[in-house]
């Protein structure tokens, strides 16, 4: 296993630097721990393509956020992944929070934001008129937008893997030594994979892979967002992302339409010490409605259908880091301390609506590092426009059955999804209950699973061989039925 680029970790980041690189004639890998990519932050967020009015143009992190939203439309046309240009409002319900919109607004023109407009009350509840009658007025960007984060990172991965990356699942990468111009990077099973550069896009444990590789020394703290998540039956679910006015340390509780037509409400900014604490608590979650509720007065405790959380990877360093790093903005720059490594850390929101320019901002720091960049002939950006039950009329459903009757067993009947399709996302590599779910929408429904799930392990083990105490949730020890003693 010799390669150019090793990447680590294939969240948004890992895989957008992945498929930026497959355009070239080298060979790249990605080292992933969990049993499937899209695993860590980047399957638990808002969702949201940020407009580009947040930050200030002297981050990086404003910087590639603009230039990642403008990459959209051309990417949603090659990789076919759902994306909506909704646009966003922020809406102030007080006179006072009017001056925080304006600075706001200074900004987003600032930062060349595209159509970006000062709104009064009129105009507001025109664009939203499902937000509360207190609004005042606010912000409007008609660029933000949403996506459904997984379905993204799954489809820079199906295009990178047919451009010739290779991807590597349950790799966690313990160890990393340097052997004449390669690092050789082992992982926890002892598996072994050669690269001459190496990429650390690890997101929470990005520190400890900087540790591994003997590179700058930073922490990761995870700062945690707490969703509720509400039926498309709901009458709160608006036509545009609704933020309220932000605070120091986060954007606030939102209320955002999905590409499906359900609803989140959240998230919540608590710091946390354990980076795998994804608990939701019933105070937070009780104050999530009373927030969401100041905005969308409809929202209602009824609609929901499960919580959820994320977390944030938040860097802090007790030196300052090499190059411009500041606190609180992406930490993307190649190691003065272990040569061939670069570090991809602290990447926050927007880490998503960033991560395209991410791919392409990694490759120009390899370029420098002196890793040669030829084009690759035949390469093709392109990934097919699979067919999903629920988008067929039914006169096409009835094509599908006629060829193949799993097309016409709706394993999920929430999300409306085939078996079909379920056998699809198997062949494609997603053998976990969650990653199945990710893929296909199945048990993401108002049952969450409570009809389906059986039905998908069954599937699960006759394609793969699995027996039924192999079926895990997400991998490693996450499993769902035990043999009887
Ligand atoms: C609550 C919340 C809301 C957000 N909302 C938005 C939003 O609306 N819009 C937006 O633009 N951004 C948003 N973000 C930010 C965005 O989700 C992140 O910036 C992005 O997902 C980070 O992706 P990543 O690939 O860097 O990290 P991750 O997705 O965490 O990927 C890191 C990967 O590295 C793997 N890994 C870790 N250790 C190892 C190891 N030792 N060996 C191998 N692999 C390893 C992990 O398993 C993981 O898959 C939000 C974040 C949160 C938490």
């Known amino acids: 296993m010799e390669f150019d680029v090793a990447i680590i970790g294939c969240g948004v980041s890992g895989a957008s630097i992945a498929r930026r690189l497959s355009a070239y004639s080298i060979k790249t890998c990605i080292l992933e721990k969990a ?76 930062n060349d934001v595209i159509g970006i407009e000062l709104c009064s009350r009129q105009r507001i509840l025109e664009l939203e ?57 082992r992982a926890e099973d002892g598996r072994v994979t050669k690269a001459r550069y190496a990429i650390n896009a690890a997101g929470l444990y990005a520190d400890e892979i900087s540790k591994i590789f003997g590179a700058e020394d930073y922490s990761i703290t995870a700062r945690k967002g707490e969703y509720f998540l509400l039926d498309r039956l709901t009458r709160a679910c608006p036509s545009r992302v609704v933020f309220p006015v932000p605070t120091s340390v986060s954007k606030g509780m939102l209320v955002i339409p999905t590409v499906e037509g359900t609803a989140l409400v959240g998230p919540t900014a608590d710091a946390v010490e354990d980076k795998e604490d994804f608990a939701t608590i019933t105070k937070n979650l009780e104050q999530i409605i009373v927030s969401g509720k100041t905005m969308i007065p409809s929202i209602s405790q009824n609609d929901v259908i499960t919580a959820f959380a994320g977390l944030r990877p938040v860097l802090k360093s007790s030196k300052p880091l090499p190059g411009n790093w500041t606190d609180g903005d992406f930490y993307i720059d190649a190691s003065q301390k ?131 105490d192999q079926i895990t949730k997400h991998g490693g020890k996450s499993r769902v039925l035990e043999a009887a003693l």
């Open 129 to 185: 008129p499902k937000l509360s009658s207190d609004a005042v007025g606010g912000l409007y960007a008609p660029g933000g937008g949403i996506i459904e984060p997984y379905c993204f990172v799954f489809s820079l991965v199906e295009s990178a893997l047919k451009n010739g990356v290779e991807l590597y699942k349950d790799y966690k990468v313990c160890t990393a030594a340097r052997s004449g111009e390669y690092w050789e990077i």
């Open 338 to 468: 272990a040569p061939n490594f670069v570090h991809v850390a602290g990447i926050q929101s927007p880490g998503l609506t960033a991560s395209p320019a991410i791919g392409e901002y990694v490759k120009n720091i390899l370029l420098e590092m002196g890793l040669s960049l030829a084009e690759k002939p035949g390469r093709d950006p392109f990934v097919e426009n699979r067919p999903l039950a629920r988008r067929l009329s039914p006169d096409e459903l009835n094509n599908f059955i006629a060829k193949d009757s799993m097309w016409g067993n709706i394993v999920c009947r929430c999300e409306n999804v085939s078996e079909a399709e379920i056998v699809q996302a198997v062949k494609l590599g997603h053998t976990t209950l969650d990653g199945i779910k990710y893929f296909t929408r199945a048990q993401m429904g108002r049952c969450q699973g409570g009809f389906c799930t059986y039905k998908i392990i069954k599937i699960i083990m006759r394609k793969t061989g699995l027996s039924f």
């Open 35 to 110: 049993a499937d990519v899209s695993f860590g932050t980047s399957k638990a967020n808002s969702g949201i393509i940020h407009g580009g009015f947040h930050h200030n143009k002297k981050h990086l992190k404003a910087r590639l956020e603009i230039q990642g939203n403008l990459m959209f439309d051309q990417l949603r046309r090659e990789l076919n992944f759902p994306f909506r240009r909704c646009g966003i409002i922020v809406a102030a319900l007080h006179e006072e929070e009017m001056k925080a919109v304006e600075q706001l607004y200074l900004q987003g023109i600032e």
